[in-house]
């Protein structure tokens, strides 16, 4: 008896062992690319960022950067958010079969742009609209004063060229990101691989 149920118990053990040793096959195969007869493993890596650690002359520095930093957090997604407009709105605006129903077809969106952003615009500083105003140019490719003296119209363009003037501004600024506007475009890519 105890001869069987030894014999019983290996059986067992042997199937469940043996049952193990069917699994699936999980080998991934590498595709590649042919390249001069021979075929090379060829595999897309997701893009990896690196930044370098913030070293500063001195607390001075640090200060004046950190400042820009969120400065450039604040205004950064309503630069992206007039981007965004201006595609959507564009089409609708060329669309328009005259300037009549052009310049009534601004001022509504106008209108519910104020609505929706006025108060918070109404509030940001001096120095943070300088940015605005260079990230509207980086996201949209046309500086201020040009989207203005399309939609608006020159006069209009000038007009506000001239009040950005008095508080120290320019419409017309360019972002240049290698020379003058480096600090800003490292804020941005650091923003937008998500590290601050």
Known sequence: MMRIAFCLVLCLLAFHWGGYAQQQDTLNYLEGIEADGDTLPHREIEEVAVF?????????YERRYYRLERKVKKVYPYAQKAAELIEKYESSYLGAASDKERKKYVKQVEKELFAEYGDELKKLSISEG???IKLIDRETGHTSYELIKDLKGGLVAFFWQGVARIFGNDLKDQYDPVIEDILIEQIISRIDAGVI
């Not at 370098?52 to 001075?60: H, I």
């Open 52 to 60: 370098p650690r913030l070293v500063f002359k001195s607390p001075r």
């Open 130 to 132: 300088r940015i605005l």
